[in-house]
């Protein structure tokens, strides 16, 4: 598998040759990749979309695939023991993650992590005002919540990710700029339209009908965009680290 630019960046500090590692949110395979490439002793990829896994399994090479594990599961219930991985990547996950999960998803990648570990979490700041993708995002938001009762997309700035991983105690080693500004081509505007098409497919005619009109709209006014940030942050386990299995929230 081709091994993305960011992706590259993001590992390039981590000591990855030799380790068992973690694919959190595995999509299509681009972390994954990215581990093998760097020696990765084996790696866990983990998803719960179905698809994703039978694309992850087809892409890997003949002498990748006895160094990996495709697992289809929910990310707030990952079936591997305490303490089992030595490096976690979370690459481009917590956008898709809702604020109602990301307590439950941070503990178990947290749980899985063995003491020394490490972890690269890269994702994206808050699209800011005027970029014309966010208008996108936020009807996109507004279909799956009237479709699905929750957001598709949720943008967290870096310190709050920084700040959720803390919690866990997991320290602070690093953070990078890996694109800034972002290229939103033509082809993730079109699949983020059809997002709000396959939403509208779910509701009654007096709100598809609106929504599917702007998504149009909008796929053809914006075409491709640049902006916004996507950062990288890494962390480190202490060796002789407990994770706290506490939710920060309830702490007095």
């Known amino acids: ?9 993001a590992l390039a500090d981590r000591p990855v040759a030799g380790s068992t590692c973690l694919e959190a949110g595995a999509g299509v395979g681009k972390a994954t990749a990215g581990l093998l490439d760097a020696g990765a002793a ?17 892409r890997l090479a003949p002498d990748e695939r006895a160094r ?10 990952i079936p591997l023991p305490d303490d089992s991985v030595d490096v976690v990547t979370a690459h481009a996950l917590f ?17 899985v992590a063995s003491p020394g570990a490490h972890l690269v979490v890269d994702d994206y700041e808050p699209l800011p005002d005027g970029a014309a993708v966010r208008e996108l995002f936020a009807l996109e938001n ?14 967290y700035p870096a310190e709050v990710l920084r700040a959720q991983f ?7 080693d690093r953070t990078r ?28 005619a007096v709100y598809a ?7 149009d709209r909008l796929e053809a006014e914006i075409g491709s965009e640049s902006a916004g940030e996507m950062y990288g942050l890494a962390f480190r386990l202490p060796d002789d680290a407990g994770v706290s299995s506490e939710d920060p929230a309830e702490r007095s």
């Open 1 to 9: 598998m081709d091994v993305p630019r960011t992706v590259r960046v």
């Open 42 to 58: 084996h790696v866990y990829a983990v998803t719960n979309d179905r698809g994703h896994a039978r694309l992850v399994r087809e």
């Open 68 to 77: 990996t594990t495709v697992l289809e599961a929910d990310l707030r219930a």
């Open 95 to 111: 956008n898709v993650v809702p604020t109602a999960s990301l307590v439950a998803v941070v503990g178990e990648l947290s749980r």
């Open 142 to 155: 507004a279909a799956t919540e009237l479709a699905d009762g929750r957001p598709a997309l949720t943008f």
């Open 166 to 172: 803390e919690a866990r105690g997991w320290a602070f």
């Open 177 to 204: 700029t890996l694109l800034d500004p972002v290229p939103w081509t033509e082809g993730h505007v079109a699949a983020h339209a059809n997002v709000v098409r396959r939403a509208c497919e779910r509701l009654p």
């Open 209 to 215: 009908e609106p929504l599917a009109a702007a998504a």
